[in-house]
Antibody
Framework: EVQLLESGGGLVQPGGSLRLSCAAS????????MSWVRQAPGKGLEWVSV????????YYADSVKGRFTISRDNSRNTLYLQMSSLRAEDTAVYYC???????????WGQGTLVTVSS | DIQMTQSPSSLSASVGDRVTVTCRAS??????LGWYQQKPGKAPKRLIY???ILQSGVPSRFSGSGSGTEFTLTISSLQPEDFATYYC?????????FGQGTKLEIK
């Protein structure tokens, strides 16, 4: 059974940093690109970032470029999102997501809430 | 960036109704489009991929069509469990972009 389990969310002050993790199981992690998608409270879905199988290629939404860094550890089957210079508008539930069949996204985690507030 | 314009933003309908949601891309995206259903407090669920391919396990009352810049999601006969928010997603070009969402409510 495919499972994606996010962790690392919490309350952080504006300008602060936080690292999210997504532990993957039930599939060959090092054979699939992985993404982060977020959803601000009461708002729609926003794609955040993607990382290739090897980690050599990454893309970001304009809203997080230069502040967030996606990475992965294939030996630990874990995806990460390092978030810095956090703003109130980064407050959201963050999901990791991927598509085993090559189309996005047929599997999602349960999400982890990040709240940026003083 | 490719903009996805989804309409309507909300829709009130009754059980048994046929409903259609539309997404328009700001430039051609072939058939690189998916549709997702989200219920409150839950992660999204993929319904359609490749613009028209039904996800395994999704009821056949859901269908998708379109290519290029115009796409539709149709629910042929609404069931109580279909009241949710629906999103389109283009994955032709990074950054991927979602539509703004359509909240489907019970009339």
């Amino acid at each position: 059974e495919v499972q994606l389990l996010e962790s690392g969310g919490g309350l952080v002050q504006p300008g602060g940093s936080l690292r999210l993790s997504c532990a993957a199981s039930g599939f060959t992690f090092d054979s699939h690109d992985m993404s982060w998608v977020r959803q601000a409270p009461g708002k729609g879905l926003e794609w955040v970032s993607v990382i290739s199988v090897s980690g050599a290629t990454t893309y970001y939404a304009d809203s997080v470029k230069g502040r967030f860094t996606i990475s992965r550890d294939n030996s630990r089957n874990t995806l990460y999102l390092q978030m810095s210079s956090l703003r109130a508008e980064d407050t959201a539930v963050y999901y990791c997501a991927q598509g085993l069949d090559g189309w996005p996204f047929d599997y999602w985690g349960q999400g982890t809430l990040v709240t940026v507030s003083s | 960036d490719i903009q996805m314009t989804q309409s309507p933003s909300s829709l009130s309908a009754s059980v048994g109704d046929r409903v259609t949601v539309t997404c328009r891309a700001s430039q051609g995206i072939r058939d690189d489009l998916g549709w997702y259903q989200q219920k409150p407090g839950k992660a999204p669920k993929r319904l359609i991929y490749g613009a028209s391919i039904l996800q395994s396990g999704v009821p056949s009352r859901f269908s998708g069509s379109g290519s290029g810049t115009e796409f539709t999601l149709t629910i042929s006969s609404l069931q109580p469990e279909d009241f949710a928010t629906y999103y389109c997603l283009q994955h032709n070009t990074y950054p991927y972009t979602f539509g703004q969402g359509t909240k489907l409510e019970i009339k």
